[in-house]
């Protein structure tokens, strides 16, 4: 089936570098694309988002990348702060039925900044 | 958390317990989803609502039930709580379905012994 994953599931940083946290999906058709952010104890916050006609898009201090060819979206996190430490998902739309939609979220990546 | 509130934060329940939580919001959003979230798993959809009385069932769905009399509650019902079901509970809203972003709660802790 379909599936949204993560390579790795930790990452730890020195505060201060950048930080790059990725994500492949299997579903070639997938045409949107989100990253969350969820620190200790609460609920995701959303992030950025791209939709497939980009390869790139960028925010406050995040970078998304988008690589069609290969499957693959990639966060990135300029000087990485303290603040910063969380779980990060990626998550693509699932079409289920004619009313709404699903995300598939993966797993997610703990980012550790250290000091 | 985007104007969502869930209540409890917190329970803890014995097997064979009825437990209801609930998702309040006041962003007057017409998509609600509960999710349940466990560790290696990414968040997985139990069921949503699509509307006033409007529901349908997620990727797991056994177990749960769910009802939304009103635009801003939408409410989870585990029939007879099992120690499966022991989880983080989320709540998210939507303005609209399609590709429109999802914005979830704080998330409620449910222990079932």
């Known amino acids: 089936g379909e599936s949204v994953g993560l390579h790795l599931p930790t990452l730890s940083v020195q505060e201060g570098d950048n930080s790059i946290i990725n994500c492949a999906y299997s579903n070639s058709a997938s045409d949107y694309f989100i990253w969350y952010k969820q620190e200790s104890g609460k609920g995701p916050q959303f992030i950025i988002d791209i939709r497939s006609n980009m390869d790139k898009r960028q925010g406050q201090r995040v970078t998304v990348l988008l690589n069609k060819t290969v499957k693959h979206l990639s966060l990135q996190i300029a000087a990485t702060q303290p603040g910063d430490s969380a779980v990060y998902f990626c998550?693509?739309?699932?079409?289920?039925?004619?009313?709404?939609?699903?995300?598939?979220f993966g797993p997610g990546t703990r980012l550790s900044v250290l000091p | 958390d985007a104007g969502i509130t869930q209540s409890p934060r917190h329970k803890v329940t014995e097997t064979g317990t009825p437990v209801t939580l609930r998702c309040h919001q006041t962003e007057n959003h017409r998509y609600m989803y509960w999710y349940r979230q466990d560790p290696g798993h990414g968040l997985r959809l139990i069921h949503y609502?699509?509307?006033?009385?409007?529901?349908d069932k997620g990727e797991v769905s056994d177990g749960y039930s769910v009802s939304r009399s009103k635009t801003e509650d939408f409410l989870l019902t585990l029939e007879s709580a099992t120690s499966s079901q022991t989880s983080v509970y989320f709540c998210?809203?939507?303005?609209?379905?399609?590709?429109?972003?999802?914005?979830f709660g704080p998330g409620t802790r449910l222990t079932v012994l």
């Open positions: 609502s699509y509307g006033v009385k409007d529901t």
């Open positions: 998550a693509e739309p699932l079409f289920f039925d004619n009313y709404g939609q699903n995300f598939v």
């Open positions: 998210a809203i939507s303005r609209t379905g399609g590709t429109d972003t999802q914005y």
